[in-house]
């Protein structure tokens, strides 16, 4: 019976390899998961297939890329973009790409999807071990500073949505700490950018606490919360937490 020798994803967020269909899959099999836009009012997305165990897109191998575009307009995390994988019992990889909004879909075939050597799936298989911990860092590093972006995002949104509603001084305070987070969140203290994130969500509880005081609801569309993995535009998304799953891939 045929397997996948090495899992097959796409590059989101931060260049992270988000897994469609992992290593020792039976083929054939399908998947599909939602994705979505990392900015506002963005229209195209850039699909990237890779193939391998880390964690960082740049480090597997590259099997194809296609660009989807006719995204309508909408504020990012809006959009629900469907990437399906296909492969068949030929190893024969189909990549979709659909928005549901517009119905609009790309694809692309790739032939040679398990014609890897012995060898070569040994190789990659071995540097995923050899570099497991710094890996892990990388990776932690990316999450870090991507719930970072997400909580400004959302900070700033609910500011502007709800303006009217906020009390000044509840409104320079989260403002502050959007300042502070801006000012740190593209350097290297991951251990500062933690507690910045950190201080500007205690900050952000107090909108929701003044307002039910005024006795206002929050705006429901004060922007999307932090997902617990970030991961989702396709190259420029973030990862929703939705997915479908198909014949015999596994739950991620």
């Not at 193939?51 to 890329?65: C, F, H, I, T, V």
């Amino acid at each position: 019976m045929d397997v996948i020798p090495l899992s097959l994803g796409i590059e989101t967020l931060g260049g992270v390899a988000t897994k469609l269909i992992e290593k020792n899959t039976t083929i054939p099999a399908s998947k599909s998961q939602v994705f979505s836009t990392a900015a506002d009012n963005q229209t195209s997305v850039e699909i990237h297939i890779v193939q391998g165990e880390r964690p960082m897109a740049s480090d597997n191998k590259s099997l194809g890329r296609f660009i989807l575009d006719g995204i309508p307009p909408a504020p990012r995390g809006i959009p629900q973009i469907e990437v399906t994988f296909d492969i068949d019992v030929n190893g024969i990889l189909n990549v979709t790409a659909k928005d549901k909004a517009s119905g609009k879909a790309q694809s692309i075939k790739i032939e040679a999807s398990s014609g890897l050597k012995e060898e070569d799936i040994k190789k990659m298989q071995a540097d995923a071990e050899t570099h497991a911990e710094e890996d892990k860092k990388k990776r932690e590093t990316v999450d870090v500073k991507n719930t970072a972006e997400m909580i400004i995002y959302t900070a700033e949104k609910a500011l502007k949505d709800n303006e009217a509603k906020i009390p000044t001084d509840v409104k320079d305070a989260v403002s502050a700490k959007i300042t502070a987070l801006h000012g740190v969140k593209d350097g290297t203290n991951i251990d500062a950018i933690k507690k910045a994130t950190e201080e500007l969500s205690a900050e952000m509880s107090k909108i929701g606490e003044a307002m039910n005081k005024a006795g206002a609801n929050p705006s429901a569309d004060s922007g999307p919360s932090a997902p617990e993995e970030q991961n989702p535009e396709v190259h420029d998304a973030e990862y929703k937490e939705e997915d479908k799953d198909k014949g015999e891939a596994p739950k991620q």
